[in-house]
């Protein structure tokens, strides 16, 4: 059973039509890039992912019993939000408030998970420094790890490794590969870096103000779409 399902989706702002034509759908496990230009409708659509953007026409279903507020989200940082003066373990706690229901405190298994997300991105020895005195490398991690807790079933990635220098971006990649791998959890990262796009995703979404293309990996390389958008290098 598809886990997300989107049906002729199409998003306006002031009247004026951003993103329209959207038709896909994901099983548990995929691990799917959304990319294309800057104003495509990459943000539009993961707006409207997260509940935040009502569509014009369409629909978007969870399957496999999620809730749109069982969804872990990694933003893109603004220089605000790096320099937030809050401990590594408040900020990764963060991530369980949906849970908290009636609760008005986090709990013992809150922080277990907090703690076992820590440990699980390499960043528990962390847990007592300020987050903005953190490396750029090091805060990705923290949100990565801040989104887990917020998950168990699909995590939505906006631009994850941007500002990073390679050796931090690499390592990103891979941490979001072996949650997709390792604990089955579904990926949706939006992305301007094509090659890795292709390297560690399953499928890709082509947006350019409407679907250009949807399907694996294998048949996008294949694709006159991919070439143009590579430069005219091959993926």
């Keep these: 059973m598809a886990i997300l399902e989107c049906k002729d989706l199409s998003f306006a702002y002031d009247g004026e039509t951003v993103l329209e034509k959207v038709d896909f759908s994901l099983n548990a496990g995929d691990y799917l890039c959304v990319v294309g230009e800057n104003g495509s409708g990459k943000s539009t659509l993961i707006k409207g992912l997260l509940g935040l953007k009502a569509p014009d026409r369409g629909s978007i279903r969870f399957g496999e019993g999620l809730q749109s507020t069982e969804i872990g989200y990694l933003p893109q940082q603004t220089q605000i939000q790096r320099d937030f003066p809050a401990s590594v373990r408040e900020v990764v706690l963060s991530g369980c408030l949906n849970s908290l229901g009636r609760r008005l405190h986090y709990n013992a298994g809150d922080r277990e998970r907090a703690a076992m997300n820590l440990e699980r991105m390499g960043v528990e020895d962390l847990a007592d420094k300020s987050y903005h005195e953190l490396s750029g490398g090091q805060q990705q991690r923290v949100l990565l790890a801040r989104a887990l807790c917020a998950t168990k079933k699909l995590l939505l990635l906006d631009e994850p490794v941007t500002g990073l220098d390679p050796i931090a971006t690499g390592e990103m990649y891979n941490l979001i590969k072996l949650v997709n791998l390792c604990d089955g959890i579904t990926v949706i990262m939006v992305s301007h870096d094509i090659r890795a796009a292709v390297?560690?995703?399953?499928?890709?979404?082509?947006?350019?103000?409407?679907?250009?293309?949807?399907?694996?990996?294998?048949?996008?390389?294949?694709?006159?779409?991919?070439?143009?958008?590579?430069?005219?290098g091959g993926l």
């Excluded at 409407?210 to 143009?228: M, T, V």
């Design 199 to 232: 390297r560690y995703a399953t499928h890709i979404l082509h947006l350019g103000h409407e679907q250009l293309f949807f399907g694996s990996c294998a048949e996008y390389r294949e694709s006159s779409l991919a070439r143009r958008f590579s430069g005219g």
